[in-house]
């Protein structure tokens, strides 16, 4: 029994060490394994947060004629819309990046922002030519672009979410990246500083005695003066660094002047129903950009 008990020892001690063996080549294993899942991490994040570019489309409103009143509601919803599409697609176009082969961008991007587009710019065409000459060749202005290697956007897909982000960047997380297509507005991350401001004449100063019975028609049509104002402004920020030398007086003053030849006149006929119409109101329609 003496001599038994040191070989089932022997024979305990080898098995223990097997065992022990094994354990530490598994610990190997699972190490070795759980380094290479890291590296892959690693590479498919820098994929991922690599810039994808931007993309940029000819500006719709610089090329408007003058629109008019009866059609501006429709015509500034839709211009809105246009921003929202190339929002849409530059947010697409982070969400996507290294899917599909080489021409991804151009059938699932590029391809249907253009049809969306060419339907939103008829419309623009067709409401302007309910009451005004339609605009011809509007169409032209569809297609899109992909700037590529938008190493300099690499932080607009967080950076500038909104083309209302022109005014502080707030509510533009459509507007992914849209840097590109806002020609450099990245710089303009405070917004409204620097733009500018829109004012017009007063009108309610240079009306004469009021009658009673218009006074509710013409306080009405007052505030809508402001309000006018008020949505200028808001697009002269919101619009900030598109379109040419000039942008602002075709795509902002001359539209809003027309709104306001009209807001003042309805002013001048309800005052005038009962008492003397005032003449020469028209003169306080236009207005000015103020740097």
Do not use: H, W
Not at 9 to 24: F, H, P, T, Y
Not at 140 to 160: F, K, V
Not at 251 to 259: C, E, V
Request: charged content about 15%; proline content about 4%.
């Amino acid at each position: 029994m003496s001599r038994a008990l040191p070989k089932y020892n022997k024979r305990r001690v080898v098995v223990i060490g097997a065992a022990a063996a094994l354990a530490l080549t598994g610990a190997v294993v699972v190490n070795s394994a759980l380094a290479g899942e890291s590296k892959s991490s690693g590479t498919t994040n820098a994929k991922t947060l690599a810039s994808p570019g931007t993309i940029s489309c000819p500006d719709v409103a610089s090329q408007l004629p003058a629109i008019p009143a009866t059609a501006q509601a429709e015509v500034d919803r839709n211009l809105a819309l246009l921003q929202t599409q190339i929002a849409e697609a530059n947010k697409r176009l982070v969400d996507t990046v290294g899917q599909g082969g080489a021409n991804f961008v151009q059938n699932a991007i590029l391809g249907p922002l253009k049809d969306k587009r060419v339907s939103t710019i008829d419309r623009i065409a067709i409401s302007i030519g309910r009451k005004g000459t339609k605009p011809q060749g509007l169409d032209a202005l569809a297609g899109c672009a992909l700037n590529a290697g938008g190493a300099a956007n690499a932080g607009g897909a967080t950076g500038n979410a909104g083309n209302a982000g022109n005014a502080g960047n707030a509510g533009n997380n459509a507007n992914t990246g849209n840097a590109g297509n806002n020609a450099g507005n990245a710089g303009n991350a405070g917004g409204a500083n620097g733009v500018g401001t829109i004012t017009c004449p007063d009108v309610a100063s240079q009306l004469p005695a009021i009658p009673a019975t218009a006074q509710a028609e013409v306080d009405r049509n007052l505030t809508l003066l402001q309000t006018q104002i008020a949505e200028a402004n808001k697009r002269l920020v919101d619009t900030v660094g598109q379109g040419g030398a000039n942008f602002v007086q075709n795509a902002i003053l001359g539209p809003l002047k027309d709104k306001r030849v009209s807001t003042i006149d309805r002013i001048a006929i309800s005052i005038g129903r009962k008492g003397t119409k005032p003449q020469g109101l028209d003169a306080l329609a236009a207005c000015t950009l103020n740097k």
